[in-house]
């Protein structure tokens, strides 16, 4: 038998909770996931969902987006950024 992380046991949990939930369908994903939308005014929207504790959440998304911008950042020739504010 397979040992089993605390972060297992919650998504267990959670999708046991949502059984009973008034909602068509909803997956509950073991590992985070990463959405792009782009938009017409040439910003990309990236939206990065997880299942974590909610006292933990501002936290946690604080860091990712630190990491997210820290690695972007390192990679000029790949991601542009707006010189200023101005739009």
Do not use: Y
């Amino acid at each position: 038998m397979t040992e089993r992380t605390t972060s297992d046991l919650r998504v267990i949990q959670f999708r046991e909770l949502l059984k009973d939930a008034p909602v068509d369908q909803l997956t509950v994903n073991d590992e985070p996931s990463v959405m792009l939308r782009a938009h017409e005014n040439t910003w990309t929207e990236v939206v990065v969902q997880c299942l974590v504790e909610p006292r933990e959440s501002g936290w946690v998304g604080n860091n990712v987006f630190s990491n997210v911008m820290l690695a972007m950042r390192q990679e000029p020739e790949r991601v542009l950024f707006p010189k200023s504010n101005l739009r």
